[in-house]
């Protein structure tokens, strides 16, 4: 499985970004892919993710409102739309994967930590100055 993130960049408060993720690997549909960031000195946080069993998303609170997960199965490519953004959403945003993710909410939650993921993206790089 591989992951490779696009679309970092350095903005304003109130700007959108969007990311994407490119996903190669994911050969069934029992899989879980989400989006984490971490902010420098502080802990890898997970911020969204896909249901893939029933299409559902699970949001932070910290972004629930103006960040939207989508899942483009035809192109392999999981998105990010971030929007109405501010400093606290400055940090390295990864993107990330698991097998078994029926297993891994019932276990986990809505949502899991870091360390239900096996496989991660590099990660793109978002700045936002007030």
């Known amino acids: 499985v591989q992951l490779v993130e696009s679309g970092g960049d350095s903005v304003q408060t109130g700007k959108s970004l969007r990311l994407s993720c490119a996903t190669e690997g994911f050969t069934t549909d029992d899989y879980g892919i989400a989006w984490f960031r971490q902010a420098p000195g502080k802990e890898r946080e997970a911020i969204a993710n896909?249901?893939?069993?029933?299409?559902?998303?699970t949001y932070a609170d910290a972004v629930k409102g103006r960040f939207t997960i989508s899942l483009d199965s035809a192109n392999n490519e999981v998105s990010l739309q971030m929007n109405d953004l501010n400093p606290d959403d400055t940090g390295t945003y990864y993107c990330a994967g698991t097998f078994g993710w029926l297993f891994t909410r019932t276990v986990a939650g809505p949502m899991p930590g870091p360390r239900w993921y096996d496989f991660w993206g590099q990660g793109t790089q978002v700045t936002v100055s007030p």
């Open positions: 896909y249901n893939t069993h029933d299409h559902t998303t």
